[in-house]
Nanobody, 122 residues
């Protein structure tokens, strides 16, 4: 089983930046596309950004496009999410996921991390 561990969450003021990282315990044959989701209190888990194994395909939610950047380092089995110009509405638990394709559907992912808290103060 693949283990995913997120790190980098914390408290930041509005307009600030954070960089999240997701480390995988090992590679799989066909489940290496990676995505970030987030879930705020009282809300459903929503797609934030996704990236293919090669990095050639990236996908962003409209709410974060232009502010967040997803990237990966396959040699280290890590995926990162650089978050700039943070807003209070970005406050949520952020989850890393791996699956067979880049999709906004959470059911398309087979492995999930435990999540890391991001809090943006006004």
């Amino acid at each position: 089983q693949v283990q995913l561990v997120e790190s980098g969450g914390g408290l930041v003021q509005a307009g600030g930046s954070l960089r999240l990282s997701c480390a995988a315990s090992r590679r799989t044959f066909s489940r290496n596309d990676r995505a970030w989701f987030r879930q705020a209190p009282g809300k459903e888990r929503e797609f934030v950004a996704g990236i293919s194994w090669s990095g050639g395909i990236t996908l962003y939610a409209d709410s974060v496009k232009g502010r967040f950047t997803i990237s990966r380092d396959n040699a280290k089995n890590t995926v990162s999410l650089q978050m700039n110009s943070l807003k209070p509405e970005d406050t949520a638990v952020y989850y890393c996921a791996s699956g067979r394709a880049v999709t906004q559907d959470r059911e398309g992912y087979d492995y999930w991390g435990q999540g890391t808290q991001v809090t943006v103060s006004s």
